[in-house]
């Protein structure tokens, strides 16, 4: 990775109709890094890369690149380009002509034209399909070569807007492969929106979670899901059981009736606290060994584990795992010590992590962001 920041957001603030969209927002971004926000529809975080880009300017604060502050500076004269949901190809070019398009815009010579050309569709895995409608692809294809035609005049930062959203399930982890490859064969830096959590722990060097208009937590994927910073990162960043405590001394825990013997240092004496628990960490045993224990109120097959709603003194914790189980039966828990997380409470506490209501429904659309944004 490149040393040095590229962006640098201070102090970024927004609203729209009187309704604040972003709210004080700091953010740095290093050059050469893969980033992605992400967050629900309506976070702030597609406001936030058109900021970036251009395309709209801040109430209060300041955007730098490269060191220099660009609020004043037209998106066209900013070294960036953007892919969005919808990848704006031109439908009468074919796969060369639209790849082409912004050289041949900027005087670039016909040779030079075909070298670049030839060099773009080939780290997009397009070789030989010059002569094709753009029409003719598949969504893929046709993503492929909105990232050739972005990424031909060498940009600095590459914006890119829940490019993914359209995709079938098993093209869009392909594609997820791929810009990764990109990213890191080009040494440009990515700024990825998205309201999917699998691709941004798989895809980034650095994830941004937003919600309400403001950063949530900033960091690496391994470090954003084993310690989130508040009840919201936990629940939005996979599945988790969040449970009210009290922290009563260093490395000592007390919920769910039981005091567990934990690794987390630094809160205040029989300090109240949130609990995260994941799924996959609650090893299940006999409830005579148990250091709590609840009955299952559903038990679901997931192909290679068993997913169980266990009820443990009145709320609802998902467990997983690999032994079948039934509704009905009543079993014990067992933590480890460095399976348990606590943080500090916040605005979002109570919020989440019980899983009573628990559902599968799905995410609102993420193109519902363009509007909600």
Known sequence: MKNGNIIELRNITL?????????????????GEFVTFLGRSG????????????????????????????????????????IFQRYALFPHLNVYENVAFGLKVAGVPKAEIEEKVKEMLHLVNLDG?????????????????AIARALINKP?????????????????????????????????????????????????DTV?????????QIGRPVDIYNEP???FVADFIGESNIIDGIMNRDDTVTFAGHT???????????????VVIRPEDVDVVDPDCGMVVG??????????????????????????TTDAYEEGQVIGIALDPDAIHVMHKSEFSGLYGDYSTFSDDLDPDPEDDEDEE
């Open 43 to 82: 976070c702030g975080k597609t406001t936030t890369l058109r900021i970036i880009a251009g395309f709209l300017r801040p109430d209060e604060g300041d955007v730098f690149f490269d060191g220099e502050r660009v609020n004043d500076v037209p998106p066209y004269k900013r070294n960036v380009n953007t």
């Open 295 to 320: 009955e299952i109120t559903q038990a679901t097959f997931k192909g290679d584990y068993y997913e169980l709603i266990v009820d443990v003194r009145g709320f609802k914790w998902m467990v997983q």
């Open 156 to 204: 600095k930062v590459l914006l890119l807007d829940e490019p993914l959203s359209a995709l079938d399930a098993k093209l869009r982890k392909d594609m997820q492969v791929e810009l990764r490859r990109i990213q890191r064969e080009t040494g440009i830096t990515f700024i990825f929106v998205t309201h999917d959590q699998e691709e941004a722990l798989s895809m980034s």
């Open 208 to 216: 941004v979670v937003m919600e309400n208009g403001k950063i949530q």
């Open 260 to 274: 567990f013997t934990c690794v987390d240092e630094g809160f205040e004496r029989n300090e109240p606290v949130d």
């Open 129 to 145: 399909y010059e002569k094709r409608k753009v029409t003719n692809l598949s969504g893929g294809q046709q993503q492929r070569v």
């Open 15 to 31: 609203s729209f109709d009187g309704e604040k969209i972003l709210d004080s927002l700091d953010l740095t971004v290093r050059d």
């Open 229 to 231: 910073v508040n009840a």
